[in-house]
């Protein structure tokens, strides 16, 4: 009996790792697909997308991390980077690629399984679908309609509209959130004096949505919050 009815997407090109790994997996109950390339992660990620994905970073057709990196323009799905890249620097670069989880190789599987099991934890958090006003966000596919049509957001819009919906739902009301509290928690670091990206991503989001009911207001020195006019 799986766990879910969802899968877990090993994308690893090493036959005797990738046969090991889906044997522990499907013994304690996971559903588990294997991509041997990038382009064969992609052709799976076509038809559905899975609840995490197990990632090498050396991969024969090109490297993991431009996978991941691209992959985070379109989707928010945990990622758990599996690979022999273990010094202080390759870890700093995975986690800020938009990995959730990373662990190097060789590794003790009991280690292995924990770690998918904090992967997993992660994707239980996520809401299948936000729901405000006209708006509806898949937060797992990074995707926002509004009246029914989808919005092609960015990630970093998608982002920035996804902590502004969530925070309406959970007070009630408008909430203006900080310019460095959008940046740190979209850009996954700190403002610092780089406040140039925020506002074009704003910028656009708000093209986005006019002609709507909405907008994004900007209160100076406070910060920004999603309106209905």
């Known amino acids: 009996m799986s766990k879910d009815s969802g899968y877990l997407l090993l994308v690893e090109d090493e036959p005797t790792l990738q046969i090991m790994n889906t044997e522990l997996l ?3 109950g996971y559903s ?18 899975p609840r995490g ?7 024969p057709d090109g490297n993991g991390l431009d996978f991941l990196r691209e992959l985070r323009k379109m989707s928010s799905v945990p990622v758990l980077i599996l690979t022999t890249m273990n010094t202080a620097e390759d870890i700093v670069r995975g986690l800020k690629t938009g990995s959730d989880e990373y662990l190097t190789k060789p590794y003790n599987k009991d280690i292995f399984l924990a770690s998918v099991e904090s992967l997993l934890r992660r994707a239980e958090t996520i809401p299948e679908v936000l729901e405000y006003g006209s708006f509806k966000l898949y937060p797992c596919a990074a ?4 009246d029914g049509e989808d919005m092609a957001l ?8 996804q902590l502004m919906v969530q925070q309406i739902l959970l007070q009630h009301t408008e909430e203006v959130l900080s310019a460095e509290h959008l940046y740190e928690k979209v850009w996954m670091q700190e403002m610092v004096d780089n406040k140039n990206s925020l506002k074009q991503a704003i910028r656009k989001l708000r093209e986005k949505i006019s002609g709507s009911m909405y907008t994004v207001t900007n209160i100076r020195g406070r910060g920004y919050y999603l309106e209905k006019k």
């Open 26 to 28: 499907k013994e304690n």
């Open 32 to 49: 588990v697909r294997q991509a041997y390339t990038i382009a064969e992660a992609w052709e799976t990620l076509k038809n559905k997308q």
């Open 53 to 59: 994905i197990i990632l090498d970073i050396q991969l």
């Open 143 to 146: 995707v926002a309609l509004l």
């Open 154 to 161: 960015s990630q970093k819009e998608f982002s920035i509209l």
